[in-house]
């Protein structure tokens, strides 16, 4: 849509859509198209600014001063974007749970380790169902911004090097077709090694 336009666009928003859907699987078991379900952008967006200066205080605070945080009534997560995951998170969780289906992601990990007594939460006062949902927002949360900025800078430093990109958009499809074509495993990305130094050298120019 965008080339057809050919319009100047701000590419953050196209790299945090795809970012959603990466933490959403990988957190949530949840697949979703976020260009279709633009409000769990908009949602997981609003997450990220817990992590901004006012969040950062809240969690000062929150530490240092823990009876004065409560005593305050402080929320570092807005309740419209803790409900919003808290319901697909229980969800998610009893329809795993009435069909016995295994998908390994974070949340299938803590609750094998919190039925096996492998994790406790000593200074979680909440339920254990509250608490596998303040990880799982953690996890959004501290994955989404950082995930997004490198992509997002990668982008960028390859299209100042157009070799560069030819280059690793070659090695990409040489191992695409090594795979027939098949959908990429964990263990085929360790081919990659160009890749993988691309996005290195990305994080060394802007850390």
Request: some cysteine; proline content about 2%.
């Amino acid at each position: 849509k965008i080339t057809v336009k050919a319009e100047a666009f701000e590419s953050k928003h196209i790299f945090a859509r795809y970012t959603v859907n990466v933490i959403a699987s990988c957190c949530l078991g949840l697949e979703i198209d976020s260009n279709d379900h633009l409000k769990v952008c908009e949602i997981a967006l609003q997450l990220t600014n817990c992590f901004g200066f006012r969040g950062k205080m809240k969690i000062l605070l929150m530490t240092l001063l823990p009876k004065a945080y409560r005593a305050l009534g402080l929320q570092l997560v807005g309740a419209q974007t803790k409900n919003f995951f808290k319901k697909i998170i229980i969800e998610k969780m009893k329809f795993r749970q009435e069909k016995k289906i295994v998908r390994k992601d974070m949340l299938q990990f803590m609750l094998e380790a919190k039925q096996n007594d492998e994790i406790k939460f000593p200074l979680c006062h909440e339920t254990t169902q509250e608490a596998l949902i303040a990880q799982a927002l953690a996890c959004i949360g501290a994955g989404f911004e950082t995930s997004t900025n490198v992509i997002q800078m990668t982008c960028y430093e390859l299209a100042k090097n157009p070799e560069v990109q030819l280059e690793l958009v070659n090695e990409i499809n040489k191992i695409n077709l090594e795979l027939n074509r098949e959908r990429i495993t964990f263990e085929a990305l360790n081919k990659f090694k160009l890749l993988d130094c691309v996005i290195m050298e990305a994080l060394r120019l802007w850390p």
